[in-house]
């Protein structure tokens, strides 16, 4: 007789917990799922196994019994391992972890394999490797074949062949008889690194997982992962769970991409987690960027990571010529409208010539800021540096981080003028813009509401690569690995978009799009042209990504956010409290957050509680608690916090109110 801790599959905090079976099953083994009664009604429900013991603990009465085990689906040890780290990082439930590692869907009733559409077929570039590259490999290579844990940070300029290093190290897995996952930021917009996998392995050795997929075929992917048939697996952001044996490769490309940070529960770090596995397995890790995270390159600095550095295009092509454009000289000028005169001329010069042209302005949801038109001021919050929102109703700006409010005042505190406004232009404003200044030019927009329907993207980046479209107007979605020749110009339509949000990665942020979406310029034979729009165009990292200075930005960043106290220096931890009853939620955040000020003993280190910047959502009311959690912290906090979560779920107000926390979170609504 085994007995058995099981995870049941039952999610909700009340039942967040492991729980002693008896099983007269031989063989069951950790990650094992079972089947077995629950609950006073004794109903069946699956199970995973966290723990296998010869003896049951002595205080366990009335011990209940597997009733069978599944032979189809099962986890491993590795990955129960990884369920209940995952509780402890990112507070969530062991069945909420448990859930990733799982198969959508259900095998074919009719017995037939669902393969996902094929990628757009790309011929094997293998090409010789520049120097910059081979050495970056020799200290990769070797890494892979000793089988030991270690992660790179490839920093390779745009256009650096950062792909061909993930190509041969994979290759070098393969040899070595283990298996390789590559994530992407964005699967429906990264056709082009699939298909050079494709090209180099073949589609049958490669799987690839995102939500894109049907249920199907993302089951019969994960069974071809599971029984090792695909040795490559590729996806977006959740491929990190892939049920992969003996994984020796996880490549991140992108690294520094938001989207690898679910907001949904489990709210995980994908470049966590895949660091996590890594150590399991003694795998290598290599996270590529061009502009890599603050938080990387801090890990970098602190050894926890080793850089590699690509300094030059490999086709030897110099970086693209970056005009930036102070558009309040434009204003003073008497055009008032979203392109410059030098973009405008830019732009003729560059259809003129043939070439082809792509629009960058990132908006953001609800990012609105109050700008002063005369001088560039921005509103922001004097404890936690980030732009304040403007809230119509109650005509006040608000820090949505640590709930600080007052109202707009009737003149700019920096210039005394008059033109405080706000601010922001969306992508179908520049797109007929576009249209009206160029009728001959085909422009097409590339965001998230040109791209809902399935294959949408990809036919629409088919006809920008063949030449049908000339103009692209794009969000981030244009600034995530887009491989075109014939891009001339790349136009920055306004860098304070990004740079105005209220988030203390906005400056970060803003220096990466603007250096991943210049990038996109010049990649063929001839270098490329990149026109920046700004009202700050002295903003420090404005002007160090139309310089390519990662490291200048860099030592400026990172002191403010030592000063401030942000990451990578401390956890950011968001803790929402939400209520149907207005007045509860308030009361509930008012008492946890003074809970853990006087839990932490540091007042600075607990921020508001605050209104959400979506403050009802559906029936609910939502305050936000922030806490910045020290390295030296973190386990007593996850502790202090998790029995919090605890006590709700058992006590009285179970129901009244809900607890949920998001760790270094990306969305601040």
Known sequence: MLYLDLIIDNNTDRTDALYTYGCAFDGVTVGARVFAPFAASNRERAAFVAAVKDKPDERIKGLKYVTRVDTEIALDANAIEICVWMKRRYYCRYIEAARCFLPAGSISKLGRRRTPAPEETHADRRVALTGEQSAALERILPWIDG?????????????????EIYLRAAERTLERGRTVIVLVPEISLTPQTIGRFVARFGRERIATLHSKLSAGERYDEWMRIKTGEARIVVGARSAVFAPAGDIGLIVVDEEHEGTYKSDMSPKYDAIEVAVKRAGQTGATVLLGSATPSLVSSYRVERRFYEKLRLCERYNKTPLP??????????????????????????????????????LFLNRRGYSTFVSCRNCGYVMQCADCGIALTYHKAENAVQCHLCGARRAVPPVCPDCGGRYLRFFGTGTEKVEETARELFPAACVERLDFDTVKRKGSAAGLLARFRKGKTQILVGTQLVAKGLDFDNVGLVGIVSADVSLNVPDFRSAERSFQLITQAAGRAGRGAETGRVVIQSYKPDHYAICAAAENDYAGFYGTELLLRK???????????????????????????????DLLRTRANAQKRILGPGQARIYKAGDLFRRLIYAKVAPRDRKAFELFLSEQKRLLAVSKNSGKYNISVDVNPYSYL
């Open 563 to 593: 000063a401030m106290d942000y990451p990578p220096f401390s956890d950011l931890v968001q803790i929402t409290v939400s209520s149907r009853d207005e007045a509860t939620a308030a009361a509930a955040a008012e008492a946890l957050a």
């Open 321 to 358: 010529r970056v005009q930036i454009v102070d558009m309040r000289e434009e204003l003073k000028s008497g055009n008032r409208t979203i392109f410059s005169l030098a973009l405008y001329r830019a732009l003729d010069e560059t259809l003129t010539a043939g070439k082809q042209a792509i």
């Open 147 to 163: 089988g030991e844990y270690k992660t790179f940070l490839v920093h390779g300029v745009t256009g650096s062949g950062k792909t």
